[in-house]
């Protein structure tokens, strides 16, 4: 596997105008969260789906940096505890509420792309879809000068 700096860089050809990181910052974390919800849906009686999907997305983070698998994995547990309260608290199911936010933010992604000129990068390859969150947390460790 590369290293995760060559992710970023990667990913990064595509991401340059401002207007289309903002739209990013929104709407990547509203695919995770809403896949994690879509996952959540789906019982396997000890687990939901959704844990099972996240422990092997956090084994991908590990692989590129134990860093940004805790900060992923923190994330995670904070979109399985919504996931949790909105089952119990929402009058809307769960599901009906993850796939919109799901169309939404690619619509949103969309625009973004738009904009830049340039087309979505999980079309290049699906590890980009996990590469997206990354991306944005590298950001935030190296506002904060921490080395992912």
């Known amino acids: 596997m590369k290293p995760i700096q060559s992710w970023f860089d990667e990913y990064a050809v595509s991401h340059q105008k401002p207007t289309n990181k903002l739209i990013h910052w ?76 799901f169309v939404a933010a690619w619509i949103g992604q969309f625009i973004g792309h738009k904009i830049e000129g340039k087309k979505p990068s999980f079309l290049h390859d699906i590890q980009f879809l996990l590469i997206g969150p990354a991306w944005l947390l590298s950001a935030v460790f190296k506002k904060f000068n921490v080395a992912y």
């Open 26 to 101: 929104i709407c990547v974390p509203t695919i995770f969260f809403s896949i994690v919800g879509i996952l959540h849906c789906v019982d396997l009686g000890l687990f939901k789906l959704s844990h099972v999907a996240l422990f092997l997305v956090i084994l991908f983070y590990i692989r590129l940096s134990w860093r940004m698998a805790v900060a992923i994995t923190l994330f995670a547990l904070v979109c399985i505890a919504l996931c949790n309260y909105i089952v119990l608290n929402a009058p809307i199911r769960l599901f009906k509420i993850s796939l919109f936010l």
